[in-house]
């Protein structure tokens, strides 16, 4: 089972340069929401093993990708094609809405 990779700042930029869709969630150990929806980007990383990159970032450890992107509610999740954002969502929501929003960015 795929698991999500860790991203942080140094290899940040060649994670989202894949070709195929990359969902990044940004998260924090002390963020309720993001506890919550975790377990979900876990499966998804499952789900799309070898259609899609997935991916979390800790923001406590990883300040400068989350400054860049202008991160300010966690959890944030960013899906990027080709290196440049694509689609966003900011808050805990069920595994069919990230899935919808990945599906997307496969056609």
């Given at each position: 089972?795929?698991?999500?990779?860790?991203?942080?700042?140094s290899?940040?930029?060649?994670?989202?340069?894949?070709?195929?869709?990359?969902?990044?969630?940004?998260?924090?150990?002390?963020?309720?929401?993001?506890?919550?929806?975790?377990?979900?980007?876990?499966?998804?990383?499952?789900d799309?093993?070898?259609?899609?990159?997935?991916?979390?970032?800790?923001?406590?450890?990883?300040?400068?990708?989350?400054?860049?992107?202008?991160?300010?509610?966690?959890?944030?999740?960013?899906?990027?094609?080709n290196?440049?954002?694509?689609?966003?969502?900011?808050?805990?929501?069920?595994?069919?809405?990230?899935?919808?929003?990945?599906?997307?960015?496969?056609?």
């Amino acid at each position: 089972m795929s698991k999500a990779i860790e991203i942080n700042d140094s290899n940040f930029e060649e994670v989202i340069n894949s070709e195929n869709p990359v969902l990044v969630d940004f998260w924090a150990e002390w963020c309720g929401p993001c506890k919550m929806i975790g377990p979900v980007v876990e499966e998804l990383a499952g789900d799309y093993e070898g259609k899609a990159v997935i991916g979390k970032v800790n923001v406590d450890e990883n300040p400068n990708v989350s400054a860049k992107f202008g991160i300010r509610s966690i959890p944030t999740l960013l899906i990027f094609k080709n290196g440049e954002i694509v689609d966003k969502q900011v808050g805990a929501v069920p595994k069919g809405v990230l899935s919808q929003k990945l599906e997307a960015q496969m056609a």
